[in-house]
C-alpha cells in the first residue's frame, strides 16, 4: 500500500517540475494495471528523480512504496526491499509508527518470497505486537497469516495450524470472505503436506464457497479438484 506523503509546501519556482513530476506519476498509473511494470517503474523513477533533483519532498513516500510494489509484483524482491528501506527512516523521523508497521508487514511478506522464514516471522510479530495494542484487527490478521506461514515452512506445524484458525476467526468477524478463504487455503496446504488429504480436501472446498469473488473462486475450485483427485475422493 502506498504511504501517504507529508504535505509539505513545495519551494518556490517548482512548479514546472511538479507538472512534470505528476506527468510521469499519470503514466506509471496508466501502465501498472496493464501489467507494464518496467515502464511504470521507468516512470516513477523519473518522477523520483525530478523530485529529489529540485527539492520536492511531499511525494517521496508514495513515489518509494509504489516502486517497491511494482518490484514486488514483478517478482524482483531485492529491489522491492530497497525501496521500502528507502522510506523507513522518514517514518522513524516523523514518529509514524503505523506506516512503520505497515512497512515491517509488506517487508516480512517479501521474505517470504525470499524463502527465509524467520526473518518474516519476526517483522509479522512485531508488526502484529503494534497492530494488536492500536485496535486493528484486519492488519493482525494480516501479520497472523504471514507468520502462519512462516511457521509452516519451518515445519512447525501445529503452531502454523493454530495461527491460521485465528486468522480466519478474525477475518471472518470482520467480514473478510475472500480472506478467510485465502487462510483456508493455507490450512488445505498444510494438512496436505502433512498427509491428511481429506482434510486437505474439506479445507479447499470450505475456500471455494467462501470466496465471494468469481475469480477467486474459480481458483480455489481448481485447487479443490486437485486436492481431492488426490485423495481419491
Not at 511504470?40 to 523530485?51: D, M, N, P, T, V
Not at 498427509?195 to 470450505?206: I, N, Q, S, V
Not at 475469480?215 to 483427485?229: C, D, E, K, P
Amino acid at each position: 500500500m502506498p504511504g501517504e506523503a507529508p504535505c509539505d509546501a513545495p519551494p518556490e519556482g517548482t512548479d514546472q517540475y511538479i507538472v512534470a513530476a505528476a506527468v510521469e506519476i499519470n503514466r506509471a498509473e496508466a501502465f501498472t494495471p496493464l501489467n507494464r511494470f518496467d515502464e511504470a517503474i521507468l516512470s516513477f523513477e523519473k518522477a523520483r528523480e525530478y523530485c529529489v533533483r529540485h527539492e520536492i519532498g511531499f511525494w517521496f513516500d508514495m513515489l518509494d512504496k509504489n516502486i517497491a510494489d511494482l518490484y514486488f509484483k514483478r517478482g524482483t524482491y531485492s529491489e522491492a526491499l530497497r525501496s521500502l528501506e528507502k522510506v523507513r527512516p522518514r517514518y522513524r523521523e516523523q514518529e509514524d509508527d503505523r506506516r512503520l508497521a505497515l512497512c515491517d508487514l509488506e517487508r516480512a511478506e517479501i521474505y517470504l518470497q525470499l524463502n527465509l522464514p524467520q526473518e518474516a516471522a519476526e517483522l509479522a510479530e512485531s508488526a502484529q505486537a503494534f497492530f494488536e495494542e492500536t485496535s486493528s484487527p484486519a492488519e493482525t490478521a494480516q501479520c497472523l497469516t504471514l507468520a502462519g506461514i512462516a511457521q509452516s515452512e519451518r515445519g512447525e506445524t501445529d503452531s502454523a495450524e493454530q495461527t491460521f484458525r485465528h486468522a480466519v476467526d478474525m477475518f471472518r468477524g470482520l467480514g473478510k470472505a475472500v480472506e478467510a478463504a485465502g487462510v483456508n487455503l493455507q490450512l488445505a496446504k498444510l494438512q496436505n503436506a502433512k498427509g491428511d488429504f481429506p482434510a486437505a480436501g474439506t479445507l479447499a472446498a470450505a475456500a471455494a464457497f467462501e470466496a465471494e469473488d468469481l475469480a477467486v473462486r474459480g481458483a480455489y475450485a481448481r485447487i479443490t479438484l486437485a486436492l481431492l483427485a488426490r485423495t481419491g475422493a
